[in-house]
């Protein structure tokens, strides 16, 4: 699992002392997880917790509750590049939510959702 996070942000810090991450995919409904954890919210440090319902992974990485997926990882490696630091993680455990629909997606600025087609 790779994951890419501002070099500037809480998760930079965490991951790399704890050695763990998660990857939450959001569902439509979640929109204020996302923009807590974007800083758009004014909410800093573990008061971001407060905003939705929160779990600890097999790895003690911190998972949504009610998400589309989850992917609770143990970190590989980190690495540095320009502003970001990408995080390479080996998957430790996969949590399918009990949610259902479109994941919600940043894109151009804005937050949108992307709804999985069937192939046919």
Known sequence: MIACVN???WVAQF???SGV???NVLAADQEAIARTFAG???L????R????AWREGMTGAPLVGNCLAAFDCRLGQAVEHA???ILIGHVAETILGAADGAS???VNGAFTTVMASAAG
């Open 40 to 42: 758009q919210t004014g």
């Open 21 to 23: 991450f998660a990857v």
């Open 7 to 9: 070099r500037t942000s």
């Open 15 to 17: 991951a790399p002392a």
């Open 44 to 47: 800093v440090g573990e008061d």
């Open 104 to 106: 919600l997606v940043y």
């Open 83 to 85: 502003s970001h630091l």
């Open 49 to 52: 917790f407060q905003v939705g």
